[in-house]
């Protein structure tokens, strides 16, 4: 079965923090590249953070040194640590791999106010 399960959003003051997870299927999981990719209103899907199997990591420089992702293999899960969020961070923030699959989550919802 294929999945791909964001949580960990909500409402945060700019300078806040907030921790995304997301438990993905083995299938896309296992072995691959997992991403964040982020939609803010109006805009397209972007890619924010990625990581290899190994755990190397790469940031768009919009959130290099605020954002830190991480995973856990044997959990199939990858973690998404936010730090001096800004408001400009607004959007619905997913998960999957890279390059990403035709399906995703519902993802979640992360909203910055000023």
């Known amino acids: 079965q294929v999945q791909l399960v964001e949580s960990g959003g909500g409402l945060v003051q700019a300078g806040g923090s907030l921790r995304l997870s997301c438990v993905a299927s083995?299938?896309?999981?296992?072995?691959?590249?997992m991403a964040w990719y982020r939609q803010a209103p109006g805009k397209q899907r972007e890619l924010v953070a990625r990581i290899t199997w190994m755990g190397t990591t790469n940031y768009a420089d919009s959130v290099k040194g605020r954002f830190t992702m991480s995973r856990d293999n044997p959990r199939t899960t990858v973690y998404l640590q936010m730090n001096s969020l800004k408001p400009e961070d607004t959007a619905v923030y997913y998960c999957n791999r890279d390059p990403s699959t035709s399906f995703w989550g519902q993802g979640t919802q992360v909203t910055v106010s000023s």
């Open positions: 083995g299938t896309i999981f296992r072995y691959n590249p």
